[in-house]
């Protein structure tokens, strides 16, 4: 079930229709307060959350359903500035979808969001030993990654941004994210560090660098390890 969090009645009916077209269930809130209640009452799989609501802004919102729960949120605003994005994705947010966008992304974001669901659903994320992605094999256990059944020689820096990105499979980390977990600190200097060891792994881990198929970068922002069919 998916709930939509939108105060524009016709950003809301095209989200609506879409969904029900999709044979998705869903719910609707119009402001925070509705929107907290719903969350609460109704645990649903996914939220679709506008920001600007007319009554508290959709990163208190975000904030707010963070202390209590881990359930997928996707940002549908109209604010389309970094900061307003990274803000959002730093207080929890799994993904930011700027208005106005096509259906066609809305549901490419969905089953993105219902493909991580599913993954952590199964527990493989918690108990299993081993990541399998595609071609890409990561074994916890050994400290070893391998492409194609061949052992990348990763640096430790590395093999801890292949690990937290694993972890975090289709979910946007953001740059301060990423830092504050490998070094402990979000400074300049090591978000420079972060795009060195980044392009390194990528050349390691893509077959073809030009059609990166593991790594998604979202620019200014931070990456995204893809689901790999």
């Given at each position: 079930?998916?709930?939509?969090?939108?105060?524009?009645?016709?950003?809301r009916?095209?989200?609506?229709?879409?969904?029900?077209?999709?044979?998705?269930?869903?719910?609707?809130?119009?402001?925070?307060?509705?929107?907290?209640?719903?969350?609460?009452?109704?645990?649903?799989?996914?939220?679709?959350?506008?920001?600007?609501l007319?009554?508290?802004?959709?990163?208190?919102?975000?904030?707010?359903?963070?202390?209590?729960?881990?359930?997928?949120?996707?940002v549908?605003?109209?604010?389309?500035?970094?900061?307003?994005?990274?803000?959002?994705?730093?207080?929890?947010a799994?993904?930011?979808?700027?208005?106005?966008?096509?259906?066609?992304?809305?549901?490419?974001?969905?089953?993105?969001?219902?493909?991580?669901?599913?993954?952590m659903?199964?527990?493989?994320?918690?108990?299993?030993?081993?990541?399998?992605?595609?071609?890409?094999?990561?074994?916890?256990?050994?400290?070893?990654a391998?492409?194609?059944?061949?052992?990348l020689?990763?640096?430790?820096?590395?093999?801890?941004?292949?690990?937290?990105?694993?972890?975090?499979?289709?979910?946007?980390?953001?740059?301060?994210y990423?830092?504050?977990?490998?070094?402990?600190?979000?400074?300049?200097?090591?978000?420079?560090?972060l795009?060195?060891?980044?392009?390194?792994?990528?050349?390691?881990l893509?077959?073809?660098?030009?059609?990166?198929?593991?790594?998604?970068?979202?620019?200014?922002?931070?990456?995204?390890?893809?689901?790999?069919?």
């Amino acid at each position: 079930m998916v709930l939509v969090v939108e105060d524009d009645p016709s950003v809301r009916n095209l989200i609506t229709t879409t969904l029900k077209t999709n044979d998705c269930k869903y719910l609707v809130a119009v402001n925070g307060d509705e929107a907290l209640l719903e969350a609460s009452t109704h645990n649903p799989d996914i939220i679709l959350l506008d920001l600007g609501l007319p009554d508290m802004d959709g990163v208190d919102v975000i904030r707010k359903v963070r202390s209590w729960s881990n359930m997928p949120i996707i940002v549908i605003s109209a604010r389309s500035e970094d900061h307003d994005k990274i803000e959002a994705l730093d207080a929890g947010a799994d993904d930011y979808l700027t208005k106005p966008f096509s259906i066609e992304e809305l549901l490419a974001r969905l089953r993105v969001t219902q493909r991580r669901i599913a993954y952590m659903a199964s527990g493989a994320q918690k108990t299993d030993p081993v990541f399998v992605n595609g071609k890409l094999r990561i074994d916890y256990a050994s400290g070893c990654a391998y492409l194609d059944d061949q052992e990348l020689h990763l640096t430790p820096i590395e093999y801890k941004l292949l690990c937290l990105l694993s972890h975090n499979l289709g979910k946007v980390l953001t740059h301060t994210y990423i830092t504050q977990n490998i070094w402990g600190k979000s400074w300049d200097n090591y978000i420079a560090s972060l795009r060195v060891f980044m392009a390194t792994l990528r050349k390691k881990l893509e077959p073809t660098p030009d059609s990166p198929q593991y790594i998604q970068t979202h620019i200014g922002i931070g990456y995204r390890m893809l689901k790999v069919e």
